[in-house]
């Protein structure tokens, strides 16, 4: 790809980008969020049209008129949030645009025995293919993704965030069969934020910031902090900051808490100004300890303290009402409405400063908006513009910019820097320590153990919905807290590295 333009209306999403892969290469796509792979990847895959540049396939001029000619040249794109027919089989999702027929009947037999063999290929052979896929865990859905791609025969394979809904043992699984796709002589484009899977499956990498490339080489020829000052354009001073603040008084009181399936009789004490994170595996109910919390789920026994007030639990608009907010998993389904603007999306939890008598006063709902906009860098050409047109990654700012507007003095934070970027990061992480210097208390539900540590207070672990006791993160590292994810054995003590 080179000198790759793309402009939407006023606003510069690809300004002369150039992009080299090799055949059998795995090569990582870094960039802040905004900085134009998404946009890149989509005038890979068919998806958009370029206003400039050429693009080359295998030697030969390339320019797709949709995806299905991309697919059909070999270009397969696995995103972020996968797109599978939950209702239908494994077999059916892998073979979706590629059906085998003879004279007008489908051939489901040799089909099946085809999926089967891919699997089998894949290094999964004990996955069935007519296994409806909504029964399947986020890693083996990820591997039908996969291998839907190789039965379109495809030669280059974008993958978007491939691990943000994986646990730790899905993701090194995913980065074993990504080397294995390379060993086959398939190029891997491979899109994430986390600077350790680059080192972990890629050879080369290329950065965009502002829609330009700004480097490519050898990962092995350069360290974190070079990678890191590359996409955002400055030094970052420190990846967790730090900024006092003291715990007082009790906010959120758990006792024997248990939902209708998950979580089983979680208790736990929050302070205000504290930070308590919970680690665990996916599927360990740690989402579903918070969906209990704000109301989404039904309590079944135990009960819940907010600020001394006891209940067994209350709808999400009496949570809102008690001055708790919630930054949903999912952030597509629950988090945002995709078809609405940054603006309403932003303020919808609290309209109360934006209304003139019982009219919402658009100017003052805008002027709103902006202050967080302009506060956590949303990038954003206009704050009336669909929230479903922003990259995730600040979709993931907007999301939780509603809870500032709100001011929520207990924050309920599931995954808060899913998709975003390496800056980024840091600023969410200095904003919710600024918030617990506040006085506010949040409790956070972490895949990525680095930030559990870099962050919290205290951590406890969940295993198989049973909540482990809360210990001061000087206590843990990452094998004890793996291990504690694992097993559900704590371990007390921890000697200090170094």
């Known amino acids: 790809m080179r000198g790759v333009h793309k402009r939407f209306g006023g606003v510069v999403a690809l300004a002369g980008v150039d992009l080299s892969v090799a055949p059998g290469e795995v090569h990582a796509l870094l960039g802040e969020n905004g900085a134009g792979k998404s946009t890149l990847m989509k005038v890979l895959s068919g998806a958009l049209e370029p206003d400039a540049g050429t693009l080359e396939l295998d030697g030969h001029g390339y320019a797709p008129r949709g995806t299905l000619q991309a697919r059909r040249r070999g270009v397969a794109m696995i995103y972020q949030e996968l797109s599978l027919a939950s209702d239908l089989s494994v077999a059916q999702n892998v073979m979706l645009g590629a059906e085998w027929q003879r004279a007008g009947f489908l051939r489901r037999e040799a089909m099946g025995r085809h999926v089967r063999q891919l699997l089998g290929s894949l290094g999964h052979p004990e996955i069935d293919p007519d296994r409806r896929v909504a029964e399947l865990g986020p890693g083996a859905r990820q591997l039908i993704e996969v291998a839907r791609a190789l039965a379109h025969d495809a030669q280059i394979v974008v993958m978007d965030e491939p691990t943000s809904s994986l646990s730790a043992d899905d993701s090194r699984r995913l980065f074993e069969l990504t080397r294995r796709l390379a060993e086959r002589g398939i190029s891997v484009?491979?899109?994430?934020?986390?600077?350790?899977?680059?080192?972990?499956?890629?050879?080369?990498?290329?950065?965009?910031?502002?829609?330009?490339?700004?480097?490519?080489?050898?990962?092995?020829?350069?360290?974190?902090?070079?990678?890191?000052?590359?996409?955002?354009?400055?030094?970052?001073?420190?990846?967790?900051?730090?900024?006092?603040?003291?715990?007082?008084?009790?906010?959120?009181?758990?006792?024997?808490?248990?939902?209708?399936?998950?979580?089983?009789?979680?208790?736990?004490?929050?302070?205000?100004?504290?930070?308590?994170?919970?680690?665990?595996?996916?599927?360990?109910?740690?989402?579903?300890?918070?969906?209990?919390?704000?109301?989404?789920?039904?309590?079944?026994?135990?009960?819940?303290?907010?600020?001394?007030?006891?209940?067994?639990?209350?709808?999400?608009?009496?949570?809102?009402?008690?001055?708790?907010?919630?930054?949903?998993?999912?952030?597509?389904?629950?988090?945002?409405?995709?078809?609405?603007?940054?603006?309403?999306?932003?303020?919808?939890?609290?309209?109360?400063?934006?209304?003139?008598?019982?009219?919402?006063?658009?100017?003052?709902?805008?002027?709103?908006?902006?202050?967080?906009?302009?506060?956590?860098?949303?990038?954003?050409?206009?704050?009336?513009?669909?929230?479903?047109?922003?990259?995730?990654?600040?979709?993931?700012?907007?999301?939780?910019?509603?809870?500032?507007?709100?001011?929520?003095?207990?924050?309920?934070?599931?995954?808060?820097?899913?998709?975003?970027?390496?800056?980024?990061?840091?600023?969410?992480?200095?904003?919710?320590?600024?918030?617990?210097?506040?006085?506010?208390?949040?409790?956070?539900?972490?895949?990525?153990?680095?930030?559990?540590?870099?962050?919290?207070?205290?951590?406890?672990?969940?295993?198989?919905?049973q909540l482990g006791e809360a210990r001061p993160r000087a206590q843990w590292d990452e094998a004890s807290l793996m291990a504690a994810s694992s097993s559900g054995v704590a371990i007390p003590e921890i000697r200090a590295h170094g």
């Open 189 to 465: 484009i491979y899109i994430t934020h986390f600077l350790e899977e680059v080192r972990a499956v890629a050879g080369r990498f290329t950065v965009l910031r502002d829609g330009a490339t700004v480097v490519t080489g050898a990962v092995a020829e350069h360290d974190n902090d070079s990678l890191i000052e590359a996409m955002v354009g400055r030094r970052l001073q420190e990846a967790y900051p730090s900024l006092p603040h003291e715990a007082g008084e009790v906010a959120l009181e758990l006792r024997a808490l248990s939902g209708e399936r998950l979580p089983q009789n979680a208790s736990l004490g929050l302070r205000r100004g504290e930070i308590l994170g919970i680690a665990g595996l996916v599927g360990a109910g740690r989402s579903e300890l918070l969906r209990a919390l704000f109301g989404l789920d039904a309590v079944r026994a135990g009960e819940i303290a907010i600020a001394g007030v006891r209940d067994r639990g209350k709808p999400p608009w009496v949570r809102l009402s008690q001055g708790v907010g919630l930054l949903s998993e999912k952030r597509k389904e629950e988090g945002l409405l995709l078809g609405r603007s940054i603006v309403e999306n932003l303020t919808l939890s609290r309209l109360e400063p934006a209304r003139r008598g019982l009219l919402l006063d658009r100017g003052r709902q805008r002027q709103l908006a902006e202050r967080w906009i302009e506060a956590l860098q949303v990038r954003a050409g206009d704050p009336w513009a669909s929230v479903g047109t922003l990259s995730g990654g600040n979709q993931q700012k907007v999301a939780l910019a509603r809870l500032l507007h709100q001011d929520a003095e207990l924050l309920l934070l599931d995954e808060p820097t899913r998709g975003v970027d390496v800056g980024s990061k840091a600023e969410i992480y200095r904003l919710i320590l600024e918030l617990s210097s506040q006085g506010k208390a949040i409790l956070m539900v972490s895949s990525y153990l680095p930030e559990l540590l870099g962050i919290c207070d205290r951590i406890a672990v969940m295993h198989r919905g």
